[in-house]
């Protein structure tokens, strides 16, 4: 699994257990729902910055979006 498909199935997993529609997140991003599907799904090499927005939609922090076992050496 490359970086693209582990950021998106992290982003995916996150909005799922928060009970967030695709949409909403990415309204809450400020990004098009259509981008939000793409990233999920591993088809979007997407920026920091970009990132950062879906972080903060989630009301998380970096630190616990990477602590997930796909990004450790655990």
Do not use: C, P, W
């Not at 799904?41 to 602590?67: D, P, W």
């Amino acid at each position: 699994m490359d970086i693209k498909e582990k950021v998106g199935n992290r982003i995916r997993s996150l909005r799922t257990e928060k009970g967030l529609s695709q949409e909403a997140l990415a309204n809450e991003a400020g990004i098009d729902r259509t981008y939000m599907t793409d990233v999920e799904n591993g088809r979007r090499n997407i920026s920091i910055e970009v990132l950062s927005k879906i972080i903060a939609a989630l009301g998380i922090t970096e630190h616990i979006f990477f602590s997930s076992k796909d990004f450790t050496n655990g």
